[in-house]
């Protein structure tokens, strides 16, 4: 059975870029008879922002999206965070680092692999990855990506200096927490991904089929984001259907103006 998920961080409101990812994944569970979640990843508390998950929730609504069963937040999930730890601890796969931000050069050089020096304090855990290389064929482009993470990321943290758990955990537990089988994001997240198989493997869990869409960048070249204060997408009804034909049409379909509802853009790409 398919199921796919829309894993918004309630940071502010949704603009274009996060509406082109809910409507790619809603799009691709939809024309596979699939099941779509949506998961409120509110893990890093700090940059939660009051009110943005249910403003987030009432948007979705708004732009006729349907979701199946209860909204998951990532702030209710701790403990099976803590246990994924365990987990890794117990294998010896993960280790206590004292290393600052600073002493952290582009690579994580593994300093602290082999236990701590006396005078270290431990700051963070982090996953000990190997140099065998991680692979996956992207559903979108059925392109091989590769990386060896020894390389590119080096031993990458689970738990943060401040006992946050980081999003890269957070992501692999859930996502098999919930059954994910297809996860449809944007392109942003594939230097995220073979992080998240290989702590797929290293827990045990199965690794989710991946496609990630094409990036919606701004008129400056800056990639849509809240950090570039990107306009959060419009409530009225009739502006709702006019961006989600914008969303469709940025997907590669035929752009057509002038759609009366939301509801009438999702009968209209759905029977296409
Ligand atoms: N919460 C992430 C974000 O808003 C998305 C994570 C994901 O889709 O894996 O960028």
Request: net charge negative; aromatic share 10%; glycine share 8%.
């Amino acid at each position: 059975m398919y199921r796919g998920r829309f894993a918004p961080s309630p940071t502010g409101p949704l603009h274009f870029g996060s509406l082109v990812s809910a409507v790619g994944s809603y799009l691709d569970a939809r024309t596979n008879g699939g099941e779509w979640l949506v998961r409120i990843e509110d893990v890093d508390t700090p940059r939660n922002v009051t009110g943005a998950a249910s403003h987030i929730l009432h948007t979705l609504d708004l732009y006729g999206f349907e979701w199946n069963g209860p909204v998951l937040y990532q702030s209710s999930r701790f403990e099976a965070y803590e246990s994924a730890l365990e987990t890794l601890r117990q294998q010896g796969l993960l280790f206590a680092c004292g290393c600052s931000r600073k002493d952290v050069v582009a690579v994580h050089a593994g300093t602290c692999r082999h236990g701590l020096a006396q005078e270290m304090e431990a700051r963070s855990w982090r996953l000990l990855v190997d140099d065998v290389p991680v692979e996956f064929v992207d559903q979108s482009e059925g392109h091989l990506h590769q990386e060896v993470l020894t390389e590119t990321v080096g031993d990458f943290v689970l738990k943060r200096v401040d006992g946050l758990y980081a999003y890269q955990l957070a992501v692999v537990v859930d996502d098999a927490f919930q059954g994910v089988t297809n996860v449809v994001r944007g392109s942003d997240l594939l230097a995220s991904t073979c992080r998240q198989i290989y702590l797929q493997r290293a827990l045990g869990l199965p690794t989710p089929k991946y496609k990630h869409l094409p990036v919606v960048f701004d008129e400056h070249g800056e990639k849509l984001s809240k950090q570039t204060r990107a306009q959060p997408i419009p409530m009225e009804k009739q502006d709702a259907a006019n961006t989600l034909m914008k969303a469709f049409a940025f997907l590669g379909y035929r752009h057509v103006e002038n759609m009366p509802t939301v509801d009438d853009a999702w009968r209209w790409i759905l029977n296409a």
